[in-house]
């Protein structure tokens, strides 16, 4: 048999066993490829065609070295023969280069990757080297992201995907990884140039994106409905919900995705965890931890959902250090970076928490979350203007988050501007009730909603629009009803109606639940009201007809003074902070300013 056969079998081997997974067997008759190149080296100089395939078998050789993670060794392989340099008369130079940077990249050498990338003139990309030039685009973007340069990597991932639109992993890191909002992704989507053959393509590009406000034509809703078992669409889905507060439909759209796909590792495992941890499904979460333990140990979300798992049971510092281990290995994991500072916030470390809220910021350009968060950290500690300008960020960034708003009625209600308060309350509650759910049917209302309506009660009051706010504190009681600040605002606003035996039955009930100083105080001045008044029905006392009404209104005016009543009266109605949990948020009540135990 010559030499060029033996050759060509080994080549046909070394394809078969790569094809077969077998790295190891396909490197060793690699090996044996290039050592025959070599012995023939010299007399064949002078052929051209001989070189060709001497150059391709290095190149096999050096890919089979890549396969077995001997990076180094691939790498030096290309270096020393000259294959990472760019030449004029070589025409395959850009996938050696290319392999050349991934082994670069496997070894954590960032900065050597974008080196041996090199810059990439216009005139050198034609549609021989397209797909392999969009490659070596994707890996500076990678490399970029590594770096902690996020406008560069969203750089490179754009320029990725104008060259080849069909470079599905540009996308998917430009929107996981939230380097884009949803608006500036179907922006890009809306300029990518497919081949008119593959133009379908961009439909399904469409019908895996979040935002349902942009290009619903009939060709993405009929593929979103072919594809409503894909984990991409189901992962949307879930998103969907879950940014909208719509915690329960979350959990039940990620659960049946987990439940299809037990080991799937996509961004709908960071919404499963974080309704889990919303919906305080303690068994559930104890679960999934020990199934991803057991699997990836050391992958960053199986320790983010230890993390979760000891935040849902109080164990803050426990939870930090899964959430700071998450972090180190993989720095861009934005879900650590928000369960971290939340760990911290919790327990009122406002500098820790602004520390880790602002790494999420630096990593999560795309995500309005970070803002938010640091917008409501801002409000714990009353610095109103500084919170207004990142919560406006937020809401430039997705204006569809009923928290937003609900934060942005909170500055109002510090502010005393009632009716702004009014309004974003009530824009929170379409937001987040807009699955249908019925206002007179409360029993239908989420439990998290009952601060918002808590709070909108509170600000109808303050206008002294007592029917509304009697509407909206018994809604807040309906939908949780072991809540005595809710029980303390209502019987109040009837204390200031004059109705004085509803306001007693409903300061009993509050101090029913928690003894609070304001409350028996009122309770007490209520009950000295009832007296008079039966004294006067009596003809005991001389009271006038209009004392009563007076003296309900200097319990509204004493409160807004620095009479004995007004601290009390504000801590009880300070603003209650919703705050989401992870990247994706879980709605946590956050007491500010509570009298004594929290509600």
Same mark, same amino acid.
């Given at each position: 048999?010559?030499?060029?056969?033996?050759?060509?079998?080994?080549?046909?081997?070394?394809?078969?066993?790569?094809?077969?997974?077998?790295?190891?067997?396909?490197?060793?008759?690699?090996?044996?490829?290039?050592?025959?190149?070599?012995? /023939?080296?010299?007399?064949?100089?002078?052929?051209?065609?001989?070189?060709?395939?001497?150059?391709?078998?290095?190149?096999?050789?050096?890919?089979?070295? &890549?396969?077995?993670?001997?990076?180094?060794?691939?790498?030096?392989?290309?270096?020393?023969?000259?294959?990472?340099?760019?030449?004029?008369?070589?025409?395959?130079?850009?996938?050696?280069?290319?392999?050349?940077?991934?082994?670069? &990249?496997?070894?954590?050498?960032?900065?050597?990757?974008?080196?041996?990338?090199?810059?990439?003139?216009?005139?050198?990309?034609?549609?021989?080297?397209?797909?392999?030039?969009?490659?070596?685009?994707?890996?500076?973007?990678?490399?970029?992201?590594?770096?902690?340069?996020?406008?560069?990597?969203?750089?490179?991932?754009?320029?990725?995907?104008?060259?080849?639109?069909?470079?599905?992993?540009?996308?998917?890191?430009?929107?996981?990884?939230?380097?884009?909002? /949803?608006?500036?992704?179907?922006?890009?989507?809306?300029?990518?140039?497919?081949?008119?053959?593959?133009?379908?393509?961009?439909?399904?590009?469409?019908?895996?994106?979040?935002?349902?406000?942009?290009?619903?034509?009939?060709?993405?809703?009929?593929?979103?409905?072919?594809?409503?078992?894909?984990?991409?669409?189901?992962?949307?889905?879930?998103?969907?919900?879950?940014?909208?507060?719509?915690?329960?439909?979350?959990?039940?759209?990620?659960?049946?995705?987990?439940?299809?796909?037990?080991?799937?590792?996509?961004?709908?495992?960071?919404?499963?965890?974080?309704?889990?941890?919303?919906?305080?499904?303690?068994?559930?979460?104890?679960?999934?931890?020990?199934?991803?333990?057991?699997?990836?140990?050391?992958?960053?979300?199986?320790?983010?959902?230890?993390?979760?798992?000891?935040?849902?049971?109080?164990?803050?510092? /426990?939870?930090?250090?899964?959430?700071?281990?998450?972090?180190?290995?993989?720095?861009?994991?934005?879900?650590?970076?928000?369960? &971290?500072?939340?760990?911290?916030?919790?327990?009122?470390?406002?500098?820790?928490?602004?520390?880790?809220?602002?790494?999420?910021?630096?990593?999560?350009?795309?995500?309005?979350?970070?803002?938010?968060?640091?917008?409501? /950290?801002?409000?714990?500690?009353?610095?109103?203007?500084?919170?207004?300008?990142?919560?406006?960020?937020?809401?430039?960034?997705?204006?569809?988050?009923?928290?937003?708003?609900?934060?942005?009625?909170?500055?109002?209600?510090?502010?005393?501007?009632?009716?702004?308060?009014?309004?974003?309350?009530?824009?929170?509650?379409?937001?987040?009730?807009?699955?249908?759910?019925?206002?007179?049917?409360?029993?239908?209302?989420?439990?998290?909603?009952?601060?918002?309506?808590?709070?909108?009660?509170?600000?109808?009051?303050?206008?002294?629009?007592?029917?509304?706010?009697?509407?909206?504190?018994?809604?807040?009681?309906?939908?949780?009803?072991?809540?005595?600040?809710?029980?303390?605002?209502?019987?109040?606003?009837?204390?200031?109606?004059?109705?004085?035996?509803?306001?007693?039955?409903?300061?009993?009930?509050?101090?029913?639940?928690?003894?609070?100083?304001?409350?028996?105080?009122?309770?007490?001045?209520?009950?000295?009201?009832?007296?008079?008044?039966?004294?006067?029905?009596?003809?005991?006392?001389?009271?006038?007809?209009?004392?009563?009404?007076?003296?309900?209104?200097?319990?509204?005016?004493?409160?807004?003074?620095?009479?004995?009543?007004?601290?009390?009266?504000?801590?009880?109605?300070?603003?209650?902070?919703?705050?989401?949990?992870?990247?994706?948020?879980?709605?946590?009540?956050?007491?500010?300013?509570?009298?004594?135990?929290?509600?």
């Amino acid at each position: 048999m010559s030499m060029e056969m033996i050759k060509s079998k080994l080549r046909e081997k070394v394809s078969t066993y790569n094809s077969l997974h077998q790295f190891s067997t396909a490197l060793f008759f690699a090996d044996k490829l290039v050592a025959l190149n070599v012995n /023939e080296q010299q007399t064949n100089d002078n052929n051209s065609n001989y070189e060709q395939n001497n150059v391709e078998d290095y190149y096999l050789y050096s890919k089979c070295l &890549f396969l077995n993670k001997h990076y180094h060794r691939a790498y030096d392989l290309l270096q020393k023969n000259g294959y990472l340099v760019r030449k004029d008369n070589h025409v395959n130079i850009e996938k050696f280069i290319l392999l050349g940077a991934q082994c670069k &990249f496997e070894c954590g050498e960032w900065e050597k990757c974008l080196d041996v990338l090199g810059d990439i003139e216009q005139k050198d990309i034609n549609s021989n080297n397209a797909q392999i030039i969009s490659s070596q685009f994707l890996l500076k973007g990678r490399a970029c992201e590594n770096l902690s340069n996020p406008a560069k990597a969203r750089f490179w991932y754009t320029q990725t995907l104008q060259l080849d639109p069909s470079n599905y992993d540009a996308l998917q890191r430009l929107t996981t990884n939230h380097l884009l909002n /949803e608006s500036e992704t179907h922006e890009l989507l809306a300029t990518l140039k497919f081949p008119q053959e593959d133009d379908w393509i961009k439909d399904i590009y469409y019908a895996t994106q979040r935002g349902d406000s942009f290009n619903q034509t009939s060709a993405t809703l009929e593929f979103r409905s072919i594809l409503s078992s894909s984990c991409d669409v189901l992962a949307m889905e879930a998103e969907n919900h879950f940014y909208s507060n719509r915690f329960n439909k979350a959990y039940e759209i990620s659960k049946k995705l987990i439940d299809n796909d037990v080991y799937y590792y996509g961004p709908a495992l960071s919404v499963y965890l974080s309704c889990l941890v919303e919906l305080k499904l303690k068994n559930e979460l104890f679960l999934v931890c020990h199934r991803l333990s057991d699997a990836n140990p050391n992958m960053p979300v199986s320790l983010y959902a230890i993390a979760c798992y000891y935040f849902l049971l109080g164990k803050y510092e /426990e939870s930090r250090r899964y959430f700071s281990k998450a972090t180190v290995i993989d720095p861009q994991y934005g879900p650590a970076w928000l369960g &971290f500072g939340h760990a911290f916030a919790t327990q009122g470390e406002h500098d820790q928490a602004m520390a880790a809220y602002r790494s999420a910021n630096r990593t999560l350009t795309g995500s309005h979350l970070p803002a938010l968060c640091i917008g409501m /950290e801002l409000i714990r500690v009353n610095n109103l203007n500084l919170s207004t300008q990142y919560l406006a960020q937020s809401q430039s960034l997705c204006s569809t988050d009923p928290i937003v708003y609900n934060e942005l009625g909170v500055i109002n209600l510090k502010n005393r501007d009632y009716s702004a308060a009014i309004h974003n309350f009530s824009k929170a509650l379409d937001l987040g009730l807009s699955n249908g759910t019925n206002f007179s049917t409360t029993h239908d209302i989420p439990e998290m909603w009952e601060a918002t309506l808590f709070n909108i009660g509170h600000a109808y009051r303050k206008l002294k629009d007592y029917t509304n706010a009697v509407k909206y504190y018994q809604m807040a009681i309906t939908t949780l009803s072991n809540n005595p600040g809710a029980y303390c605002a209502l019987a109040f606003t009837y204390h200031l109606m004059g109705n004085i035996p509803l306001a007693i039955e409903y300061y009993h009930q509050s101090l029913a639940l928690r003894d609070d100083s304001f409350a028996t105080v009122m309770l007490s001045k209520a009950l000295e009201e009832s007296m008079d008044s039966l004294n006067s029905f009596l003809n005991i006392g001389k009271i006038s007809p209009n004392n009563n009404n007076n003296n309900n209104n200097n319990i509204e005016t004493s409160t807004d003074n620095n009479s004995p009543l007004a601290t009390p009266l504000k801590r009880i109605f300070n603003s209650i902070v919703v705050k989401p949990f992870g990247l994706l948020g879980t709605a946590q009540r956050v007491p500010v300013d509570s009298p004594s135990t929290p509600y």
